[in-house]
């Protein structure tokens, strides 16, 4: 399975997902600072990732998409302050450690107690569990360059839906200007 079929199958499945659950729009928001600085947030988290993926595969894609909510929450309030930071994925992980690195966003970042925290948990425990679905269904030997590529991929996407999703929650929709 090449990068982008898995990218797309992937995409497929959380649009469906998260817009069944009005938890995204269909035509998701764009927010270039947020999306750019995905490629050091990856750089950063995938030492981390990769010695984690066996032992805890889902906690790893979760992690990825909290991130992405964090920086979108962080552009909204003082991203002219949060850009500045040098590492922003070491910035949340070092908080209270790799291990608490969801209950950290999803306390301090995101301000979520209660029903509000376990209905996120669940969205992005299913979000994850369906990526690591395809990532073992994709037909790609474990430990190859290929597999590294599919999972560096659905990291990718994690990050983005994290993103769409916490933009969404903050208010903000794309909206068609007629």
């Known amino acids: 399975m090449n990068t982008v079929h898995f990218e ?32 050091n947030i990856l750089n950063s988290f995938i030492h981390d990732a990769v010695k984690e993926y066996n032992s805890y595969p889902l906690a790893t894609l ?24 040098d590492d922003l994925y070491v910035y949340l992980r070092d908080k209270r450690g790799y291990d608490a690195m969801d209950d950290y966003i999803m306390d301090e970042v995101l301000c979520l107690k209660g029903e509000d925290k376990i209905k996120l948990q669940n ?15 994709s037909g790609v030997e474990s430990g190859t360059r290929e597999a590294f590529e599919l999972f560096v991929s659905c990291l990718r ?22």
């Open 62 to 85: 979760s992690w990825m998409m909290y991130t992405g909510m964090a920086l979108a929450k962080y552009w909204d309030l003082e991203w002219d302050v949060y850009s500045k930071v």
């Open 123 to 137: 969205l992005v425990m299913n979000c994850a569990s369906g990526a690591n679905d395809m990532l073992i269904h």
């Open 8 to 39: 797309t199958t992937l995409c497929n499945f959380l649009d469906r997902y998260l817009v069944d659950r009005d938890c995204i729009d269909m035509h998701k928001p764009e927010c270039p600072d947020v999306a750019d600085k995905m490629v």
């Open 157 to 178: 996407q994690m990050y983005l839906y994290g993103m769409y999703i916490e933009l969404k929650s903050l208010g903000y929709h794309m909206t068609a200007i007629n």
